[in-house]
C-alpha cells in the first residue's frame, strides 16, 4: 500500500522542518548532479536555508552558468520590443480577419442565404434582428413623408399668399382702368363744345387750313381778298388762328 498524498504546507514543528529539508535538499542535489551526467546538460542548483545558508550545485561552475544566464536574458531590448509589436499586430490582425469573417457570415445570413447550419435559436434571433430593422426603416420613411408633407403644406400657404397679393393688386389695377375708361367715355361723350379751343360759330376753324412749310423760297401763293392787298396764304391761316385765340 503506498502512501497517501501530502499536503503541501509550512511544517509548523521546527524540528521536523529541519529534517524535511535536509532530506529533500540532498535528493535535489543528487537529481540535478544525475541530470548533468545522464543528459549532458549544464545545470546550476543554488539553495538558501531557512538560517540563510548556502548550497549549491553547478555541473560547469556556477560563475560560469551565471554568466551564460545573463547573456542569454539580457538580449537587445529594441528586438524585443520589436518581436512584441509584431506579436501583437498578429493578434490584432487575427482579431480583425475573425471578426470580418463574422460579420460576412452575419450579412449573408440577413440576406437568407447560408441558413443551413442555423439551429432554432440562431433563427429566432435572426427573425428578430430583421423584425427590427423593419420597424426601424418604417419608422423613418414615415418620418420623411412626414417632413415632406410640411413642406409641400408650407409651399401651398406660401403660393395661397401670393396667389392673394397678386388679385388684389389685379382688383386695384382693375379699378384704375374702369376710372380712366370712365374718364374718357364722358369726354367722348361731352363734344367739342366743351373743348377750350371751340371757335364762334361765325369764325372758320383756323386748324383746317391746309399746312404750309414755314420756310418759303421763291414764288409763294396769296391769297386775294376784297377789302385789302393780297397776303400770302399762309399768313391768313395764322392769322385766323390768332384771331380764333383772341375770341
Known amino acids: 500500500m503506498g502512501r497517501g498524498r501530502v499536503e503541501l504546507k509550512r511544517i509548523e514543528n521546527k524540528i521536523n522542518r529541519q529534517v524535511t529539508f535536509s532530506k529533500r535538499r540532498n535528493g535535489l542535489l543528487k537529481k540535478a548532479y544525475e541530470l548533468s551526467v545522464l543528459c549532458d546538460a549544464e545545470v546550476a542548483l543554488i539553495i538558501f536555508s531557512s538560517r540563510g545558508k548556502l548550497y549549491e550545485f553547478g555541473s560547469t561552475g556556477i560563475a560560469k552558468t551565471l554568466e551564460r544566464y545573463q547573456r542569454c536574458s539580457s538580449f537587445n531590448p529594441q528586438e524585443n520590443s520589436l518581436e512584441r509589436e509584431t506579436q501583437s499586430w498578429y493578434q490584432e490582425v487575427a482579431k480583425l480577419k475573425a471578426k470580418y469573417e463574422s460579420l460576412q457570415r452575419t450579412q449573408r445570413h440577413l440576406l437568407g442565404e447560408d441558413l443551413g447550419p442555423l439551429n432554432i435559436k440562431e433563427l429566432q434571433n435572426l427573425e428578430k434582428q430583421l423584425e427590427g430593422a423593419l420597424a426601424l426603416a418604417r419608422q423613418r420613411k414615415t418620418q420623411i413623408m412626414i417632413e415632406q408633407m410640411e413642406d409641400l403644406r408650407k409651399r401651398e400657404r406660401q403660393l395661397g399668399d401670393l396667389n392673394k397679393q397678386l388679385k388684389i393688386k389685379l382688383e386695384a389695377e382693375g379699378q384704375s382702368f374702369k376710372a380712366m375708361q370712365g374718364l374718357w367715355s364722358s369726354g367722348a361723350a361731352a363734344g367739342p363744345s366743351t373743348s377750350h379751343f371751340a371757335l364762334h ?16 423760297i421763291g414764288y409763294q401763293q396769296y391769297v386775294g381778298s376784297d377789302e385789302g392787298p393780297s397776303v400770302p396764304k399762309s399768313m391768313a391761316c395764322e392769322t385766323n388762328f390768332i384771331q380764333g385765340w383772341l375770341l
Open 201 to 216: 360759330p361765325s369764325q372758320s376753324n383756323p386748324m383746317n387750313c391746309d399746312p404750309e412749310p414755314v420756310l418759303q
